[in-house]
């Protein structure tokens, strides 16, 4: 049966395909569709969870890998950082049933805080990892990564990249799924809980096994070589299906794919370059299969030019596309490849469209209120991740610091520690509050630090694509359960001033901003309205031409996309307007209102 999915889908295919017993993650663009995939299919036997970080991701697996259940972990890169710490220890203590962690790189980024690389990851860990170039490899490799995870007991990472999770293509599927069966889990102290003495020899049995399975890497169908010619390229995931699309069928230049990046497939690689004298490498992120053809070479004593990165012959920084590898093959073939490709010379430019909180959305109200209460005051405003990181766009210019999720809690902690006349503020929404802004809060309570913590609970991951957290009552088992209350988690911290106000409130959210700055400790305001793409809009407001001054305060003082200048005057797009009123709450004139039904 051919299914047509996205390359997300063709994972979460895959994974159904392997008899999965247990998926956990945490939402991360370019990830997040594999969990929400699976849950869409009839899954009874399999657990699914939207975890409340990665860390817990990975540990609720890892049990279940312990088990001898086949376990999955879906994340971004940066997710990765948070599992790092279970990740680490698991590469040395083992598994038992397949643990596949799917770790999706964002190379531009495209949305992502790093162009970090998890195949350097894959090296760090000392655990293989599976590099897909398209839909229908990522389907194949995730049950490939399954049988080597359970064939050599380790973790196994598959590492596809935003264009490989965006994509689409037909997928060949079984009619059905069903979890695979499995033991249970084995007391068994000496192989289950670490200690340095099992680390000490493990790292050993490690470094030996992973020798072996560069070996099996060797003969790995998706890693392979076609063409003849002193000339080769070497390519790996999504980079790949550039190059032969530049190159289309021609023979009289050999090409090289890895597949399979850690442990790097040396022999294969030996071989795929007899006869060869340069090489240009063509990947994306890091120069890290660039780095191992040097070695390769050094210990094969083998006379071959390598370019790449290292070089200058490819940037560093970005994606790649076909128009780039056109112009770095046909410098390195001394041809024209890129009269092959589609001319684009006369398109117009696009439009420049940069990222803005949606019109209607809460996040804009509670920063205009923050920013209309401390005006004149010495301040600093930490941000995260999430939605709300757009609120460093004028006008508004609210976002100050932005490092990585959870640190608008604690940066808050630091400035106030070292510049107490300035007044702190730390910004995070309700999701990434459970994933980690809770032990960001506890730190401040018990280091006494002064500043003022704003929780945005818009009831939803919105940023991700409105996955279900504890705070929204329902999880991915499709049960419903008690909500967590962000005010009660609050006061088991241990901060005793909360106030909760409606953001769309503005009067009372000012009130409540200007009170928590004058206090002491930590504050918390939890400024509550839903995400505006799960509230239907009630109405829309309108502009009265005959009152309105032209003054354009509602779009120099918000931004709402909504708001827009039309010869010389400013209409509401009844499109894009939710009816919220901000505008009309600082129009000086009182020319916006009403209800446009």
């Known amino acids: ?48 969870e939207w975890s409340v970080n990665e860390k817990a991701a990975l540990e609720v697996a890892a049990a279940a890998a312990y088990s001898g259940a086949r376990a999955m972990v879906t994340m971004k890169q940066v997710g990765l950082n948070v599992a790092s710490d279970p990740l680490m220890s698991l590469a040395y203590v083992g598994v038992k049933g397949g643990l596949v962690v799917v770790s999706a790189d964002d190379p531009g980024p495209i949305s992502s805080q790093t162009e970090q690389d998890t195949r350097r990851f894959a090296d760090f860990c000392r655990i293989p990892v599976f590099d897909p170039s398209t839909p229908e490899e990522a389907f194949a490799m995730t049950g490939h990564a399954f049988s080597f995870s359970e064939k050599y007991k380790t973790p196994v990472l598959l590492r596809p990249t935003t264009r490989v999770c965006h994509a689409y293509a037909p997928i060949d599927v079984p009619d059905g799924y069903s979890p695979a069966s499995y033991e249970g889990f084995v007391k068994d102290t000496k192989r289950w809980v670490i200690f340095p003495r099992l680390s000490y020899m493990n790292h050993g049995m490690i470094e030996e096994r992973n020798v072996r399975i560069g070996e099996d890497f060797s003969g790995y169908e998706l890693n392979t070589v076609t063409g003849k010619s002193q000339k080769a390229v070497v390519t790996s995931g999504v980079s790949y299906t550039y190059v032969r699309e530049c190159l289309k069928d021609r023979q009289d230049v050999r090409v090289i794919r890895i597949s399979t990046p850690y442990p790097f497939p040396e022999r294969f690689m030996k071989d795929a370059l007899a006869g060869v004298s340069e090489v240009m490498c063509i990947e994306e992120l890091s120069p890290y299969i660039e780095e191992q053809i040097l070695k390769t070479a050094g210990r094969c004593h083998m006379d071959v030019n390598v370019h790449g ?9 970005g994606e790649m596309s076909t128009e780039l590898v056109a112009g770095i093959l046909g410098e390195y073939l001394g041809t024209d490849l890129k009269m092959g490709l589609i001319d684009t010379s006369d398109a117009p430019d696009l439009p420049a469209r940069p990222p803005v909180l949606c019109a209607g959305c809460p996040h804009r109200a509670s920063f205009y209120a923050v920013k209309e209460a401390m005006k004149g005051r010495k301040t600093v405003f930490c941000g995260d991740i999430g939605c709300y990181t757009l609120g460093n766009a004028m006008p508004l210019d609210m976002v100050d610091t932005c490092l990585c999720m959870g640190a608008g809690i604690t940066m808050a902690q630091g400035f106030a520690h070292t510049d107490p006349d300035r007044i702190c503020f730390a910004f995070v929404g309700d999701s990434t509050f459970f994933a980690s802004g809770m032990t960001g809060t506890l730190n401040a309570v018990y280091n006494e630090a002064d500043m003022v913590l704003c929780v945005l609970d818009n009831s939803t991951t919105a940023m991700t694509g409105h996955q279900p957290h504890p705070g929204t009552g329902r999880n991915m088992m499709g049960n419903t359960v008690d909500k967590a209350d962000i005010g009660k988690v609050l006061e088991g911290l241990g901060v005793k001033t909360i106030y909760t106000v409606d953001p769309l409130d503005l009067k009372a959210s000012v009130a409540a901003v200007k009170e928590a700055a004058e206090g002491k400790g930590v504050r918390a305001i939890i400024f509550r309205s839903p995400c505006i793409a799960l509230s239907k809009p009630t109405g829309k407001c309108l502009v009265d031409a005959k009152k309105c001054i032209n003054c354009k305060k509602c779009i120099r003082e918000i931004g709402c996309p909504a708001l827009i200048p039309d010869e010389g005057h400013v209409r509401i797009d009844r499109d894009l307007c939710t009816g919220c009123g901000l505008c009309a709450k600082l129009c000086p004139v009182s020319a916006i209102g009403g209800r446009d039904e």
């Open 1 to 48: 049966m051919k299914e047509y999915v996205m390359g997300n889908g063709a994972i979460a295919l895959g994974a159904l395909s392997a008899g999965i017993n247990l998926i956990a993650g945490y939402p991360g663009t370019p990830s997040s569709e594999i969990i929400e995939t699976v849950s869409k299919y009839p899954h009874e036997g399999l657990h699914i």
């Open 309 to 317: 990165k290292l070089d200058g012959s490819v940037p560093h920084n």
